[in-house]
């Protein structure tokens, strides 16, 4: 059964950063599909960033130019590596494994990290 395990939050200074990471287990040999997700208090969840199996990327506007993704296969972990935060970054960030692609194809899922907290100060 694949479990995913978040880490990295925690709280720093405006113009900081974090590195943030979700590691899966429970599967070997494949490429995944991941995205990252937020929601601060009182606020829908909102879309953050992706990586698809291939290694093609997407931002969230608010995010772009200060947020990467990337992950490494052989650890089946993705990172979001976020630079120059804002207070507006605060929020409980969220992996997802949408799929992996393995050898037999590729498995489309739903599976959620528990979630790291991103508190920014000003």
């Known amino acids: 059964q694949v479990q995913l395990m978040e880490s990295g939050g925690g709280s720093v200074q405006a113009g900081g950063s974090l590195r943030l990471s979700c590691a899966a287990s429970?599967?070997?040999?494949?490429?995944?599909?991941w995205d990252w997700y937020r929601q601060a208090p009182g606020k829908e969840r909102e879309f953050v960033s992706s990586?698809?199996?291939?290694?093609?990327?997407t931002y969230a506007d608010s995010v772009k130019g200060r947020f990467t993704v990337s992950r490494d296969s052989a650890k089946n972990t993705v990172y979001l590596q976020a630079n120059k935060l804002i207070p507006e970054d605060t929020a409980m960030y969220y992996c997802?494994?949408?799929?992996?692609?393995?050898?037999?194809?590729?498995?489309?899922?739903?599976?959620w990290g528990q979630g790291t907290q991103v508190t920014i100060s000003s």
């Open positions: 990586i698809t199996t291939d290694g093609s990327t």
């Open positions: 429970g599967y070997t040999y494949c490429n995944s599909y």
């Open positions: 997802r494994l949408r799929g992996v692609y393995c050898a037999g194809g590729y498995r489309p899922l739903n599976i």
